[in-house]
């Protein structure tokens, strides 16, 4: 019997010449991610169950993102446990304030992870890094703390879904409309403990930052993993960071899925996902007049320079509606510098937006940018739940920064076609 691309993985990193759905297995990992909410609690469990030392130092990466630079005393004490322990066991990928950024952003920019890689990370959107070819999923904390010190980790092999994707994408329509469209399909558990398998013809138009972006959220599916196959577009992308090799695996022909979908990029629209469900998507036809009082452009989802570039091309030479706050977060320091260097920024403030450092933030409901009662917000990111940015009576819409920065001028939820003309 056949196997997807990530049996192939999981089977090589057990040792094993072949895995099947539902196979219970020990596998060796390339890399351990944690944050600064997650990684204090895996060095609790780490300390408690008496491990001496870690696996391998160039393999654990610890990034301060998502309450950083610190918002208060709680997160300043959790910054300060993730420095100690760095330090104590020498982690060599440690990114503080300063040299950090969005995580999931941060890695792949930096060729930390790469094809073939079996990943796991104390946050679910670790599946991000599926999109060069890689195993990467969530885990809680005390699979961390058992990674960072074995080196393993145990997993229930995964069924896998196939999205045959073809054609190219419209101009202004990107990644995000893509697996918000697939999210409003499937449903928030359409895709529950099984891996999101993208292939054809379609794959191809896909940049980098579009299979970011799609494997980030196939969590909001209930994914346990999404995964893209590894092209001339992504062998491009690690040549420009990743030191050594890497492993390309393929699916067989007779690799087994529990269900195949047919997706026709060209098809597709820009797409919003209205409160409080990432499944509850329309096109931006379907919309209806939807004022708006915020907008959020980053992210681990959408923080990247080809995201920056899509909403300064919407932003240059227009304002800020009066009513509306638009916060725009480069998702790392070479993203912020490259925004620097191709005038973005200047469009940007101009424009009337508020620019951050690079920080989770807002997206979670942490800082830089919580609601209040009644408001709405137009957000690159990746979950839309009650309460998420802030009050409970708020409401998220997530978009694309082509509809976020469109939204941002008009004040209300647009497209943007209603702002290019």
Not at 16 to 35: P, Y
Not at 139 to 153: I, Y
Not at 344 to 358: H, K, L, R
Request: proline content about 3%; charged content about 25%.
């Amino acid at each position: 019997m056949g196997m997807t691309m990530t049996q192939k993985i999981l089977a090589a990193h057990a040792g094993l010449e072949e895995v099947t759905a539902g196979q219970l297995i020990r596998a060796d990992l390339d890399m351990v991610l944690g944050n600064d909410i997650t990684t204090p609690v895996a060095i609790r469990e780490f300390e408690k169950a008496g491990f001496g030392g870690v696996f391998d130092r160039e393999k654990i990466s610890i990034v301060m993102d998502h309450f950083t630079p610190n918002k208060d005393i709680k997160s300043a004490e959790q910054c300060v446990e993730c420095r100690c322990f760095a330090k104590e066991y020498d982690i060599e990928n440690f990114f503080d304030v300063g040299r950090m950024g969005i995580e999931h952003a941060l890695l792949p920019e930096q060729g930390i992870v790469k094809a073939g890689d079996c990943i796991i990370g104390a946050d679910s959107h670790t599946c991000t890094y599926g999109a060069l070819g890689a195993f990467s999923t969530g885990v809680g904390s005390t699979d961390m703390a058992v990674g960072m010190a074995t080196g393993q980790a145990w997993f229930k092999v995964p069924e896998a879904l196939r999205f045959n994707l073809t054609g190219e994408l419209s101009e202004n329509v990107t990644g995000k409309d893509v697996i918000l469209h697939i999210i409003g399909m499937i449903g928030v558990d359409g895709a529950l403990y099984k891996s999101m398998e993208f292939a054809g013809e379609g794959v191809k138009s896909l940049s980098m930052e579009d299979r970011l972006c799609i494997s980030n959220m196939a969590i909001e599916a209930g994914g346990k993993n999404g995964i893209f196959p590894v092209d001339r577009i992504t062998e491009e992308y690690m040549k420009e960071r990743v030191e050594g090799e890497w492993k390309v695996y393929e699916a067989d022909e007779d690799a087994v899925y529990a269900a195949e979908y047919t997706i026709d990029l060209s098809e597709l629209r820009p797409t919003v996902s209205f409160p409080h469900l990432p499944e509850n998507t329309k096109t931006i036809d379907e919309v209806g007049d939807i004022p708006i009082q915020q907008v959020v452009i980053g992210s681990c989802t959408n923080g990247r320079i080809e995201d920056m570039a899509m909403a300064a091309k919407i932003l240059q030479g227009k304002k800020v509606h009066d009513d509306v706050r638009a916060i725009i977060i480069p998702a790392t320091q070479e993203v912020y510098k490259e925004c620097i260097r191709c005038g973005y920024m200047d469009i940007f403030i101009d424009a009337g937006c508020a620019v951050s450092t690079p920080t989770c933030g807002p997206c979670l409901g942490g800082h830089m940018g919580i609601l209040a009662a009644g408001e709405r917000c137009v957000a690159t990111t990746n979950r839309n739940f009650v309460g998420r940015m802030g009050h409970v009576e708020s409401e998220v819409y997530l978009a694309s920064p082509a509809v976020a920065a469109a939204s941002a001028v008009t004040g209300r939820i647009s497209g943007p076609d209603e702002v290019l003309g």
